[in-house]
T-cell receptor, first 114, second 113 residues
Framework: GAGVSQSPSNKVTEKGKDVELRCDPI?????LYWYRQSLGQGLEFLIY????????KSGLPSDRFSAERTGGSVSTLTIQRTQQEDSAVYLC????????????FGQGTRLTVV | GENVEQHPSTLSVQEGDSAVIKCTYS??????FPWYKQELGKGPQLIID?????GEKKDQRIAVTLNKTAKHFSLHITETQPEDSAVYFC????????????FGPGTSLSVIP
């Protein structure tokens, strides 16, 4: 597709369960970002992948959160033992990287933990 | 680390009037300042950006200004239209990295027809 694709668009899970959120970036984009947006709030940086470099995980809120990026393309954000405070929209973005910095966002995954 | 503040949090204007959103940042090494627009149910979309080597940039009805000394930058929308209603986010790069930014908390703009 032409844009960043995220799946699922909506996810309802029970407290304590693990969830996986998927992001398909724009083909050829070397940089990939995950953000979290709580209701009415701004964009909280979670993790950043750039090419083959070690990811910048400085924004992950706890060790229940992890992310992978396989083959420099698709990324999966995993939240283990979900808590109600994890409920938010999780946004993925990709860019060409370097000084060409426009980040293209997906529509997000709305996660609700009940 | 970098901290970005944004004001106001909500803004209502009459159609045709101007809207101004202001942001401040803390990292004096920041050199890239994008603005994103987020419509309901969609991801944010870049509308304009400015780099530290210029003080102002315009694109039709949208303009951004940057004051590096004071560490603040602003978004100006003139002749507002109902389709300008959205949440606007400013952002500032972390240092001179270009490829990692910190976002402000957002401004919800409503343009009243």
């Amino acid at each position: 597709g032409a844009g960043v694709s995220q799946s699922p668009s909506n996810k309802v899970t029970e407290k304590g369960k693990d969830v996986e959120l998927r992001c398909d970036p724009i083909s050829g984009h070397t940089a990939l970002y995950w953000y979290r947006q709580s209701l009415g709030q701004g964009l909280e940086f979670l993790i950043y992948f750039q090419g083959n470099s070690a990811p910048d995980k400085s924004g992950l809120p706890s060790d229940r959160f992890s992310a992978e990026r396989t083959g420099g393309s698709v990324s999966t954000l995993t939240i283990q033992r979900t808590q109600q405070e994890d409920s938010a929209v999780y946004l993925c973005a990709s860019s060409l990287g370097g000084q060409d910095t426009e980040a293209f966002f997906g529509q997000g995954t709305r996660l609700t933990v009940v | 680390g970098e901290n970005v503040e944004q004001h106001p949090s909500t803004l209502s204007v009459q159609e045709g009037d101007s809207a101004v959103i202001k942001c401040t940042y803390s990292d004096s090494a920041s050199n890239y300042f994008p603005w994103y627009k987020q419509e309901l149910g969609k991801g944010p979309q870049l509308i304009i950006d400015i780099r530290s080597n210029v003080g102002e940039k315009k694109d039709q009805r949208i303009a951004v200004t940057l004051n590096k000394t004071a560490k603040h930058f602003s978004l100006h929308i003139t002749e507002t239209q109902p389709e300008d209603s959205a949440v606007y986010f400013c952002a500032a790069s972390i240092g001179a990295s270009y490829d990692k930014v910190i976002f402000g908390p957002g401004t919800s703009l409503s343009v009243i027809p």
